[in-house]
């Protein structure tokens, strides 16, 4: 299983060149992975491999992605049976971290909660806990591919459930502490979801590429944008868009 990057220099105004940045023969089953940009120059990926037993390694690049190291870490994140979702991002001294060389990751898999990653030394070493447990949750048992978003006011995490119904949300403040768990009212069934800042709005975007129970459209892109001091009030209160279909 390899992961291939492709780097510009001109924003892709030339052809791109292409770059190895994990492989691994003995263990070829790649499960998912989590790329960010680090302390200093640095790059750095978490990756998981295997499929009964897996395999977390920590991937990293300190001259612009030319070379690039690989290290074994399932020892360190005990686990092991994480699914990295979404970007490395930092992780600052306020929320647990370290505010120049603290970054985490979000995932899910093994045990029912979201989970992370996390580094306070920009990789040299790792660790992992629960970020929010699905007590509370208004539906389902379990939770999957959660998406962690830093805001002006403090975080925001998203995921769906095994309920396959609404996506669901938790605010906390610079802490890192999250509220409960509320119904945003945005359908998804069990659709991917992603969610970027942009212009002081958290803008929450979902494939149907899975029809559900009460969805309206097939193979749409739907958007909600939120204010960016994000309240459970706003979460549960935005406006919709179909924005491709």
């Known amino acids: 299983g390899q992961i291939i990057m492709a780097r510009s220099y001109d924003w892709l105004a030339s052809a791109a060149e292409w770059v190895t940045i994990f492989s691994r023969e003995t263990d070829p089953y790649v499960r998912a992975a989590a790329i960010g940009n680090m302390g200093g120059s640095r790059i750095g990926g978490i990756i998981t ?99 962690l978003l830093k ?23 610079p802490d890192m502490v999250f509220g409960a768990w509320i119904d945003t009212g945005f359908p998804q069934g069990s659709n991917p979801v992603t969610a970027v800042i942009d212009d002081g709005y958290i803008n929450v975007i979902i494939q149907d590429r899975r029809l559900f129970a009460g969805s309206v459209y097939d193979n749409a892109v739907r958007l909600r944008r939120i204010p960016e001091t994000a309240s459970p009030a706003t979460l549960a209160d935005a406006e919709e868009t179909v924005v491709a279909i």
């Open 49 to 147: 491999t295997g499929d009964a037993t897996r395999t977390q390694w920590f991937t990293y690049s300190d001259d612009g992605g030319t070379t690039w190291t690989e290290t074994d870490i399932t020892a360190s994140v005990p686990d092991a049976q994480h699914f990295p979702y979404g970007q490395i991002i930092p992780w600052p001294a306020a929320a647990g971290g370290h505010d120049t060389l603290g970054f985490l990751v979000v995932s899910y898999g093994g045990t029912v909660d979201a989970k992370y990653m996390g580094t306070t030394d920009n990789g040299a070493t790792w660790t992992d806990g629960v970020l929010k447990s699905t007590a509370g949750m208004p539906f389902g048992t379990t939770l999957q591919e959660p998406i």
């Open 151 to 173: 805001t002006s006011a403090g975080w925001v995490l998203f995921a769906r459930t095994n309920a396959d119904s609404n996506l669901i949300a938790a605010v906390a403040g």
